[in-house]
C-alpha cells in the first residue's frame, strides 16, 4: 500500500512497517522475528527485491519492530540505524526478563529476551539525517513526526495512525476505541484541527485500526472507507466470541 509517493506501508508480523522506495531502499522498522518472507513477498508484488535493500531504520527498541532485522540483514549489505538506548534495551536475558524488580509486563520481557538482536548497528540520535527522500531526520518521540512530506506517523490506543496533512486531512487508521484525544493533541501540536479531517480510511477491521473510528467522526462531515469484509467482521456479538468454534484468541 504506497500511503504517498515512493513510501509504502508493509504489513510485518505483529507490527507495520514503511519501505522507503527510491533508486535503493530505505525500510523502516523489521517487524517480529518472521518478518522477512513478508517483506520479500511485498518487494516482489511492487516489483523490487531484497537486494536493493541499503538500510533499516528502527524507530524503537520493541520486539515487533526490531525482531525482523537480523533475518532481513542476514549476508545482505545492510546497514541498520536504531538509537544507542533502543539497543541497549534489546540485550535483556530471560533471568533478567523474569526478575522481580523488572518493569513492565512479563509477557513483554519474556518476547523482548527472545527477540533476535539486530547484531551491529549504527547510532541514531536526535536531529541526525539519513538519505533517504531528500534527507529524512530522525526525531525523538517526545515531538510530532512527519515521516514523508505530508504524511505523519501518529500515536494512537495500542497502534499508530497516518495522517496525510494537505489542504484537508486524511486519516488512515484510527487505533482503539479512547484515541481520539490522541489525535486531537497531535493536530494542534502540527497547528491543524480535526475540523480539517475529510476522512477515515482503516486498511483493516482489527479493533486498534478501526475502534477509534466512531468517537473521532462522531458529529463530524467525515467519510470512512474499510474493506465490506472488514466491516462485517467488527460486527461480532460478545455471545458469538464466547462461542468454542470462533477462530483466533479469546482475548481478540
Same mark, same amino acid.
Given at each position: 500500500?504506497?500511503?504517498?509517493?515512493?513510501?509504502?506501508?508493509?504489513?510485518?508480523?505483529?507490527?507495520?512497517?514503511?519501505?522507503? @522506495?527510491?533508486?535503493?531502499?530505505?525500510?523502516?522498522?523489521?517487524?517480529?522475528?518472521?518478518?522477512?518472507?513478508?517483506? *520479500?513477498?511485498?518487494?516482489?508484488?511492487?516489483?523490487?527485491?531484497?537486494? =536493493?535493500?541499503?538500510?533499516?531504520?528502527? @524507530?524503537? %527498541?520493541?520486539?515487533?519492530?526490531?525482531?525482523?532485522?537480523?533475518?532481513?540483514?542476514?549476508?545482505?549489505?545492510?546497514?541498520?540505524?536504531?538509537?544507542?538506548?533502543?539497543?541497549?534495551?534489546?540485550?535483556? @536475558?530471560?533471568?533478567?526478563?523474569?526478575? !522481580?524488580?523488572?518493569?513492565?509486563?512479563?509477557?513483554?520481557?519474556?518476547?523482548?529476551?527472545?527477540?533476535?538482536? !539486530?547484531?551491529?548497528?549504527?547510532?541514531?540520535?536526535?536531529?541526525? *539525517?539519513?538519505?533517504?527522500?531528500?534527507?529524512? =531526520?530522525?526525531?525523538?518521540?517526545?515531538?510530532?513526526?512527519?515521516?514523508? !512530506?505530508?504524511?505523519?506517523?501518529?500515536?494512537?490506543?495500542?497502534?499508530?495512525?497516518?495522517?496525510?496533512?494537505?489542504?484537508?486531512?486524511?486519516?488512515?487508521?484510527? %487505533?482503539?476505541?479512547?484515541?481520539?484525544?490522541?489525535?486531537?493533541?497531535?493536530?494542534?501540536?502540527?497547528?491543524?484541527?480535526?475540523?480539517?479531517?475529510?476522512?477515515?480510511?482503516?486498511?483493516?477491521?482489527?479493533?486498534?485500526?478501526?475502534?477509534?473510528?466512531?468517537?473521532?467522526?462522531?458529529?463530524?462531515?467525515?467519510?470512512?472507507?474499510?474493506?465490506?469484509?472488514?466491516?462485517?467482521?467488527?460486527?461480532? @456479538?460478545?455471545?458469538?466470541?464466547?462461542? !468454542?468454534?470462533?477462530?483466533?484468541?479469546?482475548?481478540?
Amino acid at each position: 500500500m504506497e500511503i504517498a509517493p515512493n513510501v509504502h506501508a508493509v504489513p510485518m508480523k505483529s507490527a507495520g512497517a514503511f519501505l522507503i @522506495t527510491e533508486d535503493r531502499l530505505t525500510l523502516i522498522d523489521a517487524g517480529l522475528a518472521g518478518s522477512k518472507p513478508m517483506l *520479500v513477498r511485498y518487494l516482489a508484488d511492487i516489483g523490487r527485491s531484497i537486494d =536493493e535493500l541499503d538500510r533499516i531504520v528502527c @524507530t524503537h %527498541g520493541h520486539p515487533d519492530h526490531v525482531g525482523g532485522v537480523r533475518e532481513i540483514a542476514d549476508g545482505e549489505p545492510i546497514e541498520v540505524f536504531i538509537h544507542p538506548a533502543d539497543l541497549e534495551g534489546v540485550s535483556h @536475558t530471560v533471568r533478567e526478563a523474569l526478575a !522481580p524488580t523488572a518493569g513492565g509486563s512479563l509477557r513483554g520481557r519474556l518476547l523482548q529476551a527472545v527477540t533476535p538482536h !539486530p547484531g551491529t548497528a549504527t547510532s541514531l540520535n536526535d536531529g541526525e *539525517v539519513l538519505p533517504a527522500l531528500g534527507g529524512l =531526520e530522525a526525531h525523538t518521540i517526545s515531538g510530532p513526526m512527519e515521516i514523508a !512530506p505530508n504524511v505523519h506517523a501518529v500515536p494512537m490506543k495500542s497502534a499508530g495512525a497516518f495522517l496525510v496533512t494537505e489542504d484537508r486531512l486524511t486519516l488512515i487508521d484510527a %487505533g482503539l476505541a479512547g484515541s481520539k484525544p490522541m489525535l486531537v493533541r497531535y493536530l494542534a501540536d502540527i497547528g491543524r484541527s480535526i475540523d480539517e479531517l475529510d476522512r477515515i480510511v482503516c486498511t483493516h477491521g482489527h479493533p486498534d485500526h478501526v475502534g477509534g473510528v466512531r468517537e473521532i467522526a462522531d458529529g463530524e462531515p467525515i467519510e470512512v472507507f474499510i474493506h465490506p469484509a472488514d466491516l462485517e467482521g467488527v460486527s461480532h @456479538t460478545v455471545r458469538e466470541a464466547l462461542a !468454542p468454534t470462533a477462530g483466533g484468541s479469546l482475548r481478540g
